[in-house]
Nanobody, 115 residues
């Protein structure tokens, strides 16, 4: 089993910044991907950014240049630095870990951006 614990959500004004963290524990294999998805109000969950253990990253077009994903492999922790936040970034953000064809999710953390 894998457990994901998120932190760092909150309420900020447009243009502000937030940093999300997600710590993974349990049976984590060397090759896996960790990242972030979000679910805006009334919409489906969508990819924000993900990073695989070899180091390749993928970003949603809507966050490129504003968000940065990083990870500390020794701590099995992934971070999402979010800058220049916009009201449309408001969503519940979920940490994700994928390995061996299985998906694991955190409990979600609310990010609210006011205009």
């Amino acid at each position: 089993q894998v457990q994901l614990v998120e932190s760092g959500g909150g309420f900020v004004q447009a243009g502000g910044s937030l940093r999300l963290s997600c710590a993974a524990s349990g049976n984590i294999f060397h090759f896996h991907a960790m990242g972030w998805y979000r679910q805006p109000p009334g919409k489906q969950r969508e990819l924000v950014a993900t990073m695989s253990t070899p180091g390749s990253t993928t970003y949603a077009d809507s966050v490129k240049g504003r968000f940065t994903i990083s990870r500390d492999n020794a701590k099995n922790t992934v971070y999402l630095q979010m800058n220049s936040l916009k009201p449309e970034d408001t969503a519940v953000y979920y940490c994700h870990l994928g390995q061996l064809r299985r998906d694991y999710w955190g409990q979600g953390t609310q990010v609210t951006i006011s205009s």
